[in-house]
Every structure is written in C-alpha cells, then in structure tokens.
Nanobody, 122 residues
Framework: HVQLVESGGGSVQAGGSLRLSCAASGRTYSKWCMGWFRQVPGKEREGLATIDSRGITAYVDSVKGRFTISQDNAKNTLFLQMNSLKPEDTAMYYC?????????????????WGQGTQVTVS
C-alpha cells in the first residue's frame, strides 16, 4: 500500500508564492509518474503537472511558467512551487502517483491519491 500526504497549503495574496510538498511512504517505486491536481467544489478535478521517473515534466497551459513540479527521489517527496498566484488558483490541491501512464490529462491512470491541501489566494 502507498500513502501520499500533502502539506504546504495555506492562504496567500495574489502575486504571492507557495510550495506544496507530497511525502510518499509505504511501497514506493522508482518508476512512478507523479502528478499534481486541483479541485474546486462543484467542478471537476483538473490536472496541473506531471513528472516521470526520468524527471521529464509536463504542465497544463494555465500554470505553465508559474508552477514548477519537482521531486526528491532520495526522500520520496514531490513538490509544486507555485509563483504569481491568482485568485483562480484557489482550490484543494492533490498529489497522485501512477505506475502506468504519465499525463496530467489522464486522471484515471493515477492509482494513489493524497488527502489534499487547501490553497486560498485572495
């Protein structure tokens, strides 16, 4: 079993920055694809970014140039650096892990999910 725990959310003013973390424990795999998603109540969950085992990253257009996904494999930790935050970035943010497939647009491919961390931008 795999556990993912997000942290680092909070409240920030527009234009500010936050760094989210996602700690993985349990049975971890070196060839995971890791991703960040977000969801606003009443809306579908949105894929934001992915990073594969080679360190190749991909982003949805709405966060490209503002958000950066990275990982520390030695510590089994995933990060999302969020800069130039906007009120529309307000959402619950989730990390997820996939053993097969690596696309932020393919939520169904992700097998494990964290509980989420709230980000509020005002």
């Amino acid at each position: 079993h795999v556990q993912l725990v997000e942290s680092g959310g909070g409240s920030v003013q527009a234009g500010g920055s936050l760094r989210l973390s996602c700690a993985a424990s349990g049975r971890t795999y070196s060839k995971w694809c890791m991703g960040w998603f977000r969801q606003v109540p009443g809306k579908e969950r949105e894929g934001l970014a992915t990073i594969d085992s080679r360190g190749i990253t991909a982003y949805v257009d709405s966060v490209k140039g503002r958000f950066t996904i990275s990982q520390d494999n030695a510590k089994n930790t995933l990060f999302l650096q969020m800069n130039s935050l906007k009120p529309e970035d307000t959402a619950m943010y989730y990390c997820a892990a996939s053993l097969y497939g690596c696309s932020w647009s393919d939520e169904a491919a992700f097998d494990y999910w964290g509980q989420g961390t709230q980000v509020t931008v005002s």
